[in-house]
């Protein structure tokens, strides 16, 4: 049984056996074929397809209020696509990759196998609590993984639809739902995992790799940051307003690759403020009853964001707030669309990644200047540029470093399936969607075969004739 740091409890106990099981049940069956891993994946398309207003209703109790349409684009019909994507490439993706073999070598065949790693870890946070679980789902079981999913406590109703209705599709020792707080978590992560995936913050992320080094477990940190998003000079602000309002009000800013702050060119701050304002007020006329305006996850969050808001207005920054009757809102923790203009760089508001609809608006004196500023500063999961010039956007990108990065819209990167998605530095390491999905719960695997009788038996003491020209052939 697997050692945990964290003190034995009965249900900890229940995870250890679980994973205990999925280790029999790997080393008993290695290898999935091709089409029990596409008979996987169409279960979860199923499930998706079929019991997707469940999870929109689960979703919804969680937040309070969900966008039910924000829920059916960037949960339900992103694991769609991705599980609908993963199993058109499998086949590709599965097949062993011949290399050459050096002269030195010949005769002889290389190729590099792909395994299934064997009983990974995912845990995943609240704020698309059902795609973070599904998308790296998705991505071990196409590797023929046996998986271990650890939803977030702050999503209960989704958390545990999640695991009723994957212990429909799969046997327990195959995909396992370990549902809990911080302390189940710390467990979990404790587990010696073929490998852990990890979607979260910086700081919990932390903790998780070092968990993982204790047992030399393989780790993909999908960690948050500032995104930040830059207009250049020769964008009109106004237009650019119209995506980044988008993609930063979604799901009320709480999404990993939200714009978290945006920098603009000098001079251009008050058509960019005033278009962002109007451009929320024609998408959420009524934020308070609004179903399209996602509520804040729990009260501690709202508390946090009121707070930061407060230090800044105190400060003296010019504070722009969508209004809104809060008595409407009732119950419902909403938090208006927000605007910052010049908010004090030591602020919470400038230190620490916002997940919320707050934007603070800093000024740029150019690309350079822009650039300056971001390099100067943790490295960001995703960047974002408006520019009419592709040079101009591609020049910015090679002056900087992000996870990710999209030009003249944001967020829409992550959905492009073929793109690796992940951070950098403090935004993360490791990466998944497509491709990179399946080789991060893969093992490559390389393989040499000689031939019955292969020359390389001449290479040996005492060493002469032979041997001399072994190493005039190796050197070329
Ligand atoms: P969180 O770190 O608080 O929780 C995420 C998960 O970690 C939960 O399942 C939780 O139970 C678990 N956890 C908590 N304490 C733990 C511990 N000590 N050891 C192991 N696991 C522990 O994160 P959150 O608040 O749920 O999510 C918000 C953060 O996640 C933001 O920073 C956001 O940017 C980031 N995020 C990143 C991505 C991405 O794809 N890179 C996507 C979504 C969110």
């Avoid at 702050?154 to 396992?176: C, G, N, Q």
């Avoid at 923790?333 to 997940?355: A, G, W």
């Avoid at 960001?380 to 009419?388: F, M, V």
């Amino acid at each position: 049984m697997p050692d945990t740091q964290a003190t034995s409890s009965p249900s900890i106990d229940a995870m250890q056996d679980v994973f205990a099981r999925q280790k029999a049940a790997f080393e008993h069956e290695r290898h999935r074929s091709l089409s029990e891993r596409k008979a996987d994946l169409e279960k979860i398309e199923k499930l998706v397809k079929e019991r997707g207003d469940e999870f929109a209703d689960a979703i919804d109790a969680d937040f309070g209020r969900r966008s039910k349409s924000e829920t059916a684009l960037a949960e339900l019909g992103f694991t769609i696509a991705t599980a609908k994507h993963s199993r058109q490439h499998l086949p590709k993706w599965m097949s062993s990759k011949r290399v050459s073999v050096p002269m030195t070598l010949a005769p002889g065949n290389a190729y590099v196998r792909r395994e299934p790693k064997g009983v990974v870890g995912i845990v995943s946070p609240w704020n698309y609590s059902m795609q973070l679980a599904f998308a790296p789902l998705v991505a071990a079981l196409a590797a023929g993984c046996r998986v271990m999913i650890k939803p977030s406590e702050f999503t209960p109703r989704t958390s545990a639809l999640i695991k009723s209705t994957l212990a429909e599709l799969f046997s327990e020792d195959h995909v396992a739902v370990i549902e809990g707080g911080p302390e189940e978590a710390s467990a979990f992560t404790a587990l010696p995992f073929d490998h852990l995936f990890y979607t979260g913050s910086t700081q919990v992320g932390r903790i998780v790799a070092k968990a993982a080094a204790e047992n030399l477990t393989p780790v993909t940190l999908e960690l948050g940051g500032k995104s930040p998003a830059v207009i250049a000079p020769d964008f009109d602000p106004a237009e650019a307003a119209k995506t980044l309002a988008w993609g930063k009000f979604l799901n009320a800013g709480q999404t990993c690759v939200a714009p978290d702050y945006a920098l603009v060119p000098r001079g251009a701050e008050k058509p960019f403020v005033d278009a962002m304002m109007a451009e929320t007020a024609q998408m959420w006329p009524d934020v308070a009853t609004n179903e399209d305006y996602t509520a804040i996850i729990s009260e501690r969050h709202h508390a946090r964001l009121s707070a930061m808001v407060e230090e800044v207005r105190e400060a003296g920054a010019e504070v722009h707030q969508l209004a809104f009757d809060k008595a409407k809102a009732g119950n419902t923790r909403i938090f208006p669309p927000t605007v910052v203009v010049d908010p004090p760089l030591d602020s919470k508001l400038m230190r620490e990644e916002i997940f919320g609809p707050v934007l603070p608006v800093l000024s740029h004196d150019g690309l350079e200047d822009a650039a300056r500023f971001i390099n100067e500063r943790d490295r960001p999961l995703a960047l974002y540029i408006w520019s009419k010039s592709k040079q101009t956007a591609r020049t910015f990108l090679s002056k900087t470093i992000s996870g990710g990065a999209a030009v003249n819209l944001p967020l829409l990167h992550l959905s492009v399936e073929d793109l690796p998605f992940g951070g950098v530095g403090a935004s993360g390491y490791g990466a998944y969607h497509g491709e990179a999905g399946f080789l991060t719960f893969t093992h490559e695997r390389g393989v040499f075969e000689a031939p019955v009788w292969h020359p390389s038996r001449l290479v040996r003491p005492p060493y002469g004739k032979v041997f001399e020209f072994f190493k005039k052939l190796q050197s070329g």
